[in-house]
C-alpha cells in the first residue's frame, strides 16, 4: 500500500496561483490529481505516468494547471495558476500500478487504490 500526503493548499484570489505537492512512499506507474466540490462527484484534473511522463488533463483546467512529477523524491505536483472560484474543492492525490492502465484512463477515480488525505483549495472572486 502506498501512502500519499498532499500539501500546498491554501485561499487565494481568482487569478491566483497555487502550487500542490504529493509525496509518495514508493514509486507507482501512474499518478493523479482529483478534485472534489461539495455536493460534485470527484473528477479527474490531471495525471501522469511516470515511467514517460505523459500527461492529461481535464478540459477545464488545459492550459491553466500543469502536472508534474521529481521521481528522485518520489513527488507528484500541480502548478494551478488562474485560478477561478470554481477550481475551489478538495483535492486529493493518487497513485496506482495497473499494468492495463494506458492513455487518459488515468484520469479516471477508479483506476486508484492509493489516495491522499486531501488539500483544500479554496478561491475567491
Known amino acids: 500500500q502506498v501512502q500519499l500526503v498532499e500539501s500546498g493548499g491554501g485561499s487565494v484570489q481568482a487569478g491566483g496561483s497555487l502550487r500542490l505537492s504529493c509525496s509518495t512512499s514508493d514509486s507507482s506507474k501512474y499518478m493523479g490529481w482529483f478534485r472534489q466540490a461539495p455536493g460534485k462527484e470527484r473528477e479527474g484534473v490531471a495525471c501522469?505516468?511516470?515511467?514517460?511522463?505523459?500527461?492529461y488533463y481535464a478540459n477545464s483546467v488545459k492550459g491553466r494547471f500543469t502536472v508534474s512529477q521529481d521521481n528522485a523524491k518520489n513527488t507528484m505536483y500541480l502548478q494551478m495558476n488562474s485560478l477561478k472560484p470554481e477550481d475551489t474543492a478538495m483535492y486529493y492525490c493518487?497513485?496506482?500500478?495497473?499494468?492495463?492502465?494506458?492513455?487518459?484512463?488515468?484520469?479516471?477515480?477508479?483506476?486508484?487504490?492509493?489516495w491522499g488525505q486531501g488539500t483544500q483549495v479554496t478561491v475567491s472572486s
Open positions: 501522469i505516468y511516470t515511467g514517460f511522463a505523459m500527461k
Open positions: 493518487a497513485a496506482d500500478r495497473r499494468p492495463d492502465m494506458f492513455g487518459g484512463a488515468c484520469l479516471g477515480s477508479l483506476g486508484y487504490d492509493n
